[in-house]
């Protein structure tokens, strides 16, 4: 019974953090007739984030396909739709004596469609300018207790911390999902009911935050945050060492091929996301972060101003920006 648990619980971990498309579409994808016979292929998305949708066409004659924000091959369309709604792709008759005959299906998933990632990226560690922390190289749930195969670049952590109780942001980015009515489960091995904040970083990358009170989030859905914006407050210690503690990891979408994934087997399943080993500021430089080693949190505004706006920067001058 517990591993059945076990596997149910990362199963629902797995939809949550890619998106996978379920009962609740997050993108609605229709046509719509033009005037000058033209077709448009149109989405409307109902929460924030970048998604990848995939169009194939099952049937296309007499068509030219235009595409926005992607590309186009062999009568399919790979692109990235960060909008609330917007044109995807444009069918033109090719002969304009006659009409356009179509059919396509759909898919999406969470992410950026080939991202620009920048792997050279400094970030700021989770916690506030001071804190001293310990951090651990996390294991991979799918390989202990599915003997699949190994994320590619597999790098996930667990910071530790006795002398603060708030979680901060690492990097400019997009809330794109909050979970925080959770209580605190001390019993279970893994369970994916946790409380956990989902950002998106300009590049693409998604860094996932999971650790906090029940209803300890303080940042909502669809808000900017800055390096070092409080995103919220720690689980009441409930772990034998007494610390705080904070799963953490940086990650993008690398695999967007879906209808082969969904018949595998969970073993046999490829991890869809690439994940990163950041290169962190810490008291004592920049630096990528050891196993088992022990970390103060340093701020400086290099790190702090290198993705503001001049705007951003004139407001966090004045005092007008606010990041606490």
């Not at 076990?6 to 046509?31: D, P, R």
């Not at 916690?127 to 190289?137: L, N, P, S, Y």
Request: hydrophobic share 30%.
């Amino acid at each position: 019974m517990k591993v059945k648990n076990i596997i149910m619980s990362y199963i629902l971990f797995i939809a949550t953090i890619f998106g996978i498309q379920g009962q609740s579409k997050v993108i609605n994808i229709e046509s719509r007739r033009n005037n000058d016979k033209s077709i448009d292929i149109i989405y409307e998305k109902s929460k924030p984030g970048s998604y990848t949708v995939m169009i194939e066409f099952t049937k296309l004659e007499n068509a030219d396909i235009t595409a926005y924000g992607g590309r186009s091959f062999n009568q399919k369309f790979i692109g990235t739709v960060d909008s609330n709604r917007g044109i995807v792709l444009k069918l033109r008759r090719r002969n304009p004596e006659q009409g356009i005959s179509y059919g396509y299906t759909t898919s999406y998933i969470r992410g950026k469609y080939n991202p620009k990632v920048k792997k050279d990226f400094v970030y700021t560690l989770p916690f506030k300018k001071g804190t001293r922390i310990k951090v651990k190289d996390a294991g991979n749930l799918s390989t202990k207790y599915f003997d699949s195969e190994l994320p590619d670049n597999w790098k996930s952590f667990v910071f530790r911390a006795k002398d603060s109780d708030t979680i901060v942001a690492v990097r400019k980015g997009l809330v794109i999902e909050v979970k925080d009515q959770y209580k605190l489960d001390t019993v279970s091995h893994f369970t994916s009911k946790k409380n956990q904040v989902l950002i998106e970083h300009k590049d693409g990358t998604l860094a996932i935050y999971k650790g906090f009170s029940k209803n300890g989030v303080l940042v909502k859905v669809g808000q900017t945050v800055y390096p070092q914006t409080s995103l919220g407050v720690f689980d009441a210690k409930g772990n034998k060492s007494n610390d705080n503690v904070l799963h953490f990891n940086i990650s993008y979408l690398s695999d967007i091929k879906i209808d082969g994934q969904i018949k595998k087997k969970l073993k046999d399943k490829k991890s869809r996301s690439t994940y990163l080993n950041p290169n962190f500021l810490t008291d004592d430089g920049v630096m990528k972060l050891g196993n088992k080693e022990i970390y103060t949190v340093e701020v400086n505004e290099d790190v702090i101003f290198s993705e503001f706006t001049r705007r951003e920067k004139k407001k966090y001058k004045k005092g007008d920006l606010l990041i606490k």
